[in-house]
């Protein structure tokens, strides 16, 4: 009896077909896809250490606090008054505040590091249902709902104590008169964090598509 050659396909069981390459493909688009995301959550990362970090830098080493203020009426300077339009930041010496008040800015600073940290994990664990097509799954939707929270309570844990901690700076400087707080919610970091989140949308999108058509692809080598 003749031996059957050694590359024939098996008599029994799934014919390698088209499914095969389509399912080694997927195998090496996904990594792809989970660095593009990581990227973009890296990228957040950096951006944020980069705008709070020097803060707390600046209060350690220098002793030394900026805190937003809003002057409503005129300062006196060296032979001449001017008014600050639409106010700045005071940087101010540790010596000249109280201890709550630098409890409340420091906080304000400190709050913002432990939340990125939190939401970076979240997201980063989130990736396991986003770059296999699952991204609206009930599982990412738990994940969004507590990146959201995670997101909501950092915000206000950052604006309340730098809102408190301002007024309490003109408090200890004597000060309540002629200026205010100088918080706004309209920010460079706030626009980062719309932009970025439209970034994290789209990206999203991209990532469904291509586990769409990917299906697409092994259905086709199916039939």
Known sequence: MSRPPENAAPRFGRTPDVSDAAEARNLRERPRGRWAIRLWIGIAVLFFAGRIAPNLVTMVSV?????PLEFATPIALPGMSAGLVGGGVVALPV??????????????????IAGLIVCGIIALLSLRHVVPGEAFAA????????LAWVAFATAAA??????????MTTRDLQITAEASSGVSLVTPLVAFVLVFALLAVLEI??????????AQDELEGLI
Do not use: C, D, F, W
């Open 63 to 67: 002793q030394e606090i900026h805190v």
């Open 95 to 112: 010596s000249a505040l109280a201890t709550s008040t630098i409890v409340m800015v420091v906080l304000a600073h400190a709050v913002p």
């Open 139 to 146: 599982p990412m939707m738990r994940a969004l709902h507590r």
């Open 205 to 214: 999108g991209r990532q469904v598509s291509l586990a769409g058509k990917r």
């Open 158 to 167: 950052y604006y309340v104590p730098l809102h408190l901690g301002a007024n």
